[in-house]
């Protein structure tokens, strides 16, 4: 596989990059971001979502508990009644943030949780136990579901697990099993999502539209449109390469080392993430989004403030600015309000500039910082314009279900 800072950065797939890293950070200080990549075939919304994985920071967790169980802040029934001191006894060690996969084969056995057949069998102390499943144990990391519109349209039932799971942050998850206690506990994971909207079953908001609103942003990639961009799928998909890609050491140092520096800076933006806050005029602004635009969803709101949050962080702003939110507003909307409102708000957010269009609704109290730094208010969101056409190709859609 080829690591992550090796991976072709081109203007479909930027963003991209910054979602996957902006929901590692957040995952990490245990507020998941879940993020669903759409696009066509070969766009490698599932290769940028794997490579990931290189550059997964470390969490510490209680010595060999399954649930990934925080020291300071034990959840699972094994450890949640544990005083500190009994917990210091049982040790603590450090793993890599999980990251698993659910496959559109997956049972819900696999997923949340199942009997534990080892124990069950163990001739010398059979004891009838639970084992997690996929979902808890990927607390305090990521699962990940490519193709998840076919999965919502195949399995409702593991559909409505992840509904209780992206449900609140943390969400929780439900653990039964025939003949024993229903298990409960929370659960922080960040999912991800991949699909291709163009294939069979078609786009997840129309498949289960309540789904597609718990991903708090989706990017879509767009077709490719130009010649280069085609030429490139087609050779990553040649024989050749492939071979030749199957040749190569798996992982040299100098990968690692460069994964580490990714790693490295997670662990900065994570403390920077932990105290940051967004102006009180920001969130106003997100408010009036809100209310002018007649959004549905709450959650877009919310997903708009800890993207903003997100990405002035690791774009290194010293302080949140109004392109941060406007950034956000495509990438939390796409799946979410029909493709006119979209342009509707983005030409509103364009034509009014900062000046007029944002700053009249500040308040007075931060008159003064809008003095001191007029440079932070120059840059609102992208034009229509300069958009690319793949981030408005099915804008067309109508979202109400028939
Ligand atoms: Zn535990």
Redesign the pocket.
């Known amino acids: 596989m080829i690591p992550f800072y090796k991976l072709e950065r081109y203007e479909g797939n930027a963003p991209l990059f910054d979602l996957t890293m902006m929901s590692i950070v957040s995952t990490y200080v245990g507020e998941p971001l879940h993020v669903h990549a759409e696009g066509v075939r070969g766009t490698g919304k599932t290769t940028i979502a794997r490579a990931a994985r290189g550059i997964l920071p470390k969490i510490k967790?209680?010595k060999d508990?399954?649930?990934?169980?925080d020291p300071d802040n034990?959840?699972?029934?094994?450890?949640?009644d544990l005083t500190a001191a009994e917990i210091e006894a049982l040790g603590v060690e450090e793993i890599t943030m999980p990251f698993l996969e659910i496959s559109q084969s997956a049972k819900v056995g696999t997923v949340a949780g199942s009997i534990d057949l080892a124990r069950l069998t163990d001739p010398l102390h059979p004891e009838a136990r639970l084992l997690p499943g996929l979902i808890p144990q990927a607390h305090r990391g990521i699962i990940f579901i490519d193709e998840i519109n076919r999965l919502a349209d195949t399995s409702p039932e593991i559909t409505d697990i992840l509904l209780d799971v992206m449900g609140n942050k943390p969400g929780h998850i439900q653990i039964e099993e025939a003949g024993l206690p229903v298990v409960e506990i929370p659960v922080s994971v960040s999912v991800w999502a991949a699909s291709n909207p163009d294939e069979e079953p078609g786009p997840l908001e129309e498949i289960r539209r309540q789904l597609s609103d718990r991903f708090d942003m989706v990017y879509y990639m767009g077709r490719p449109d130009s010649v280069e961009a085609i030429a490139r799928i087609l050779k990553e998909n040649s024989y050749a390469f492939k071979v030749s890609q199957a040749k190569k050491k798996y992982s040299t140092a100098e990968d690692e080392a460069q994964n580490d520096v990714y790693r490295q800076k997670i662990l900065k933006w994570a403390e920077n993430y932990r105290n940051a806050d967004l102006p009180d005029y920001l969130r106003n602004y997100i408010s009036r989004l809100y209310i002018k635009h007649n959004l549905e969803s709450i959650r877009a709101t919310e997903a708009m403030q800890q993207g903003a949050l997100l990405h002035s962080i690791i774009k290194g702003h010293d302080k949140v600015l109004i392109s941060d939110v406007t950034d956000m507003i495509p990438l939390v909307l796409k799946h979410r309000v029909n493709g006119d409102v979209l342009v509707r708000m983005l030409n509103d957010v364009d034509m009014k500039g900062a000046k007029e269009g944002i700053l009249s609704f500040k308040s007075k109290k931060n008159k003064k910082d809008e003095e001191t730094s007029p440079d932070y208010f120059q840059q609102v969101a992208r034009p229509l314009k300069d958009m690319s056409r793949g981030e408005l190709v099915n804008t067309e859609k109508t979202l109400t279900p028939t």
């Not at 508990?65 to 169980?69: A, E, F, L, R």
């Not at 034990?74 to 949640?80: E, L, N, S, T, V």
Request: glycine residues 0%.
């Open positions: 967790r209680i508990c399954i649930y990934n169980c034990p959840h699972c029934p094994q450890h949640r």
